[in-house]
């Protein structure tokens, strides 16, 4: 009787463990599901295509904190108009509202501006971060009253390349209507950040791929500023 006993002590004891152990596991393989969505959201970006087919239309890859991070950390002191993180933030938000990719974007204006150090022919109180108007030999471009100004020109810019459709904001892009009226061959026909070489910048041999190099650095960063 008593070893009967002692046997299905034993074997609640082992059923009660083995509950836990199902429960742990259960437990641990949903976080694991949680996780691996985010990371999945945060890299559904990541088209299986060659660096030279990334499309100028699409969606976000690099968090917003990495893009802030990544300023700070290539120029602690950069000579804006307003703070990093609303610059990042007014990139993401009008690119995002035009489908345009917001991170890519934001990368094209800190090569156009060595990180927004600038020191050539545009000035950091144009708020123009794309070298709109500017033609070289001390030709300072477009100006912009505020920076998301600046920034709207911008992404309706690469908007008149990459589509034929009008942007949806009220076009503040001095350079829009002479794109569209005089250039026909690179209206809304240009698909791809490296289909930006030579027409974007003059000669710009590397044009495209030097944005894309300075987006996967932004990819890399890990901690915040």
């Known amino acids: 009787m008593r070893k009967t006993q002692k046997r299905q002590e034993k074997f609640l004891k082992k059923r009660?463990?083995?509950?836990?152990?199902?429960?742990?596991?259960?437990?641990?393989?949903?976080?694991?599901?949680?996780?691996?969505?985010?990371?999945?959201?945060?890299?559904?970006?990541?088209?299986?295509?060659?660096?030279?087919?990334?499309?100028?239309?699409?969606?976000?890859?690099?968090?917003?904190?990495?893009?802030?991070?990544?300023?700070?950390?290539?120029?602690?002191?950069?000579?804006?108009n307003c703070?990093?993180?609303?610059?990042?933030?007014?990139?993401?938000?009008?690119?995002?509202?035009?489908?345009?990719?917001?991170?890519?974007?934001?990368?094209?204006?800190?090569?156009?501006t060595g990180c927004f150090a600038y020191g050539k022919d545009v000035l950091p109180e144009q708020n123009n971060y794309c070298g709109l108007g500017t033609t070289g030999g001390g030709v300072h471009g477009c100006y912009f009253g505020t920076p998301r100004e600046g920034i709207r020109a911008h992404i309706q810019h690469l908007k008149a390349y990459s589509s034929p459709q009008p942007p949806l904001k009220s076009i503040v892009d001095p350079r829009y209507a002479l794109l569209k009226e005089k250039h026909?061959?690179?209206?809304?026909?240009?698909a791809t950040w490296a289909g930006l070489n030579g027409k974007w910048a003059v000669p710009g041999t590397n044009y495209g791929?030097?944005?894309?190099?300075?987006?996967k650095e932004m990819q890399a960063i890990t901690t915040a500023s």
Request: proline letters at 6%; charged letters at 20%.
């Open 83 to 112: 703070s990093v993180e609303d610059l990042v933030s007014y990139y993401y938000a009008e690119a995002m509202d035009e489908g345009i990719r917001p991170d890519v974007a934001l990368c094209q204006a800190i090569k156009e």
């Open 184 to 190: 026909p061959e690179i209206f809304g026909q240009i």
């Open 16 to 80: 009660h463990a083995s509950r836990w152990g199902f429960m742990l596991l259960a437990i641990g393989a949903l976080l694991m599901g949680l996780i691996a969505g985010g990371i999945f959201f945060y890299q559904q970006g990541h088209e299986k295509v060659p660096a030279n087919d990334l499309t100028i239309a699409g969606d976000a890859v690099v968090h917003p904190w990495q893009a802030v991070a990544y300023i700070h950390k290539h120029n602690p002191d950069p000579r804006l």
């Open 209 to 215: 791929e030097e944005i894309l190099h300075i987006w």
